[in-house]
């Protein structure tokens, strides 16, 4: 997990509201329909459930590889400012 990724989850963990917020915002609502689809979100059950139990790795991968594609890296770089501020 690069830096950017651990601390933007390290921020959402601390802060529920905050997280709460992201999920209702349009980015975090095109998040969570790119780590859902082709799968029915089974591969972000796995990886939430890892991440849960001290193994984020499953859940970096996925953030990895939507910020592959330019619009998916876009997509995290204004999560990440938006949670900056």
């Given amino acids: 997990m690069d830096d950017i990724t651990a601390r933007l989850a390290q921020q ?3 802060n529920p509201a905050m997280l709460r917020s992201l999920m209702q915002s349009r980015d975090g609502q095109m998040l969570m329909q790119m780590l859902t689809q082709g799968d029915r ?5 796995r ?39």
Avoid: C, H, T
């Fill in 12 to 14: 959402l963990k601390n």
């Fill in 41 to 45: 979100g089974a591969g972000l059950q």
């Fill in 47 to 85: 990886a939430a459930q890892e991440a849960a139990k001290g193994n984020p790795a499953e859940m970096a991968s996925m953030i990895q590889r939507i910020m592959q594609s330019p619009e998916g890296a876009a997509l995290v770089d204004r999560i990440n400012k938006a949670v900056q501020k």
